[in-house]
């Protein structure tokens, strides 16, 4: 059987983005188990691979042409395929990918769809109107057409529940590779008694609880009268507006925005943390939060990063809830008070094991062969 992972863009792990990580993973640890397994991708610069890693799978690229046609190389290709083959579509309220449907529906190939919590509830009232226009035209046959809508959190399983209720659905989250976590630790805290919090991922203000984690920890400061520092790691979107936020807010002397980073740098940042925060509004399934636990970094979760139930089942950090500022400010006196007494650490050992426990990427990679061989 061939796997064919098909995404927008290249799937380049270095990129901050959770997709990219996710399809890099899955195609690799596939590849590993002795699959043959390749990532098609639609891009503006399909020449262009000069940033991606070497990999043990296929990379074929395709130009973009625009929002109502897919590109014809496309077509050819499909056309050329003759064993038995399955698409992993990674993505949703794409144009793109329901013209796509439309051809793997012409030549009979199933497909299964990961939408990475496109379809929760809360990403769903964002451009409410658009979004269910959009729906009821072209993303329920979409989904209704493929082999198995993979949800990849409880939130987005219930919320299919509701837009799709006859749609076959399974449910199996990401995963984390340790092994890509090795690297040389260096402690770079100014600090090292004070609590240092911490977020990495899109500045994305609303969709990522930036401005509860920011207003939290103004909290936290002015009102609990605390020590501590916060380190924002990532750009794009709402950075400069988070910056001036922080301003106004009168924390911007403990609050540090990292920017973009990658590689021994982002993960040496991620480690020095005392505590990981994610206060996201809607989510599938943030890898950064995998990425931090497996580095022994206690987690700080909304119940919409899909993680909230694991994190309280290994005891692996706090929760907000409910998702508000103030429970921000609240956990964070918490993990300042667990530092104190040094009973944060074992919460980030807890972390490690839940990693490795639940989210291992080989584990993962073949359940959802399974499901592609039904």
Avoid at 192 to 219: E, S, T, Y
Avoid at 257 to 283: C, I, T, V
Wanted: positive net charge; charged residues 25%; contains cysteine.
């Amino acid at each position: 059987m061939k796997i064919i992972h098909f995404v927008l863009g290249k799937a380049n792990p270095k990129r901050m983005n959770g997709v990219n990580k996710v399809v890099n993973n899955l195609a690799t640890y596939q590849t590993q188990l002795g699959y043959d397994v390749s990532v098609w991708g639609i891009t503006q610069t399909p020449e262009d691979v000069s940033d991606l890693p070497q990999r043990p799978f296929p990379t074929i690229l395709f130009p973009t042409v625009n929002k109502l046609f897919i590109s014809k190389k496309i077509e050819n290709a499909i056309k050329k395929i003759q064993e038995k083959t399955v698409f992993h579509i990674h993505g949703g309220f794409i144009p793109e990918f329901f013209h796509l449907h439309k051809l793997l529906k012409k030549h009979k190939i199933p497909y299964v769809v990961t939408p990475h919590g496109c379809y929760n509830e809360k990403a769903m009232e964002n451009n409410k109107t658009f979004k269910q226009i959009y729906f009821n035209l072209f993303e329920r046959e979409f989904i209704s057409n493929s082999k198995t809508l993979h949800c990849i959190g409880k939130s987005e399983w219930q919320s299919s529940e509701k837009l799709v209720p006859d749609a076959s659905k399974v449910l199996i989250p990401n995963g984390q590779n340790l092994e890509a976590l090795r690297f040389e630790y260096e402690n770079i805290r100014e600090d090292d008694d004070a609590p240092l919090f911490g977020f990495m991922g899109r500045m994305d203000k609303k969709m990522k609880g930036l401005d509860l984690l920011l207003k939290g920890f103004a909290i936290f400061k002015h009102q609990l009268f605390q020590k501590g520092n916060l380190w924002m790691i990532g750009g794009n979107q709402d950075f400069e507006e988070l910056k001036q936020m922080a301003v106004k807010l009168n924390i911007q002397n403990n609050v540090k925005f990292w920017g973009p980073q990658f590689g021994n740098k982002k993960l040496n940042l991620l480690a020095n943390m005392d505590a990981f925060y994610h206060a996201s509004r809607y989510e599938g399934m943030p890898t950064a939060i995998l990425e931090a636990a497996a580095l022994k970094v206690p987690c700080v979760v909304s119940d919409a990063t899909n993680m909230m139930d694991y994190i309280r089942e290994y005891d692996a950090g706090l929760t907000l809830d409910p998702n508000t500022s103030e429970s921000v400010a609240e956990s964070m006196a918490q993990i300042a008070q667990l530092k104190s007494k040094n009973a944060l650490k074992q919460k980030g050992v807890n972390a490690f094991k839940m990693v490795k426990s639940t989210f291992d990427w080989e584990v993962i990679s073949q359940n959802l062969v399974e499901i592609y061989a039904r």
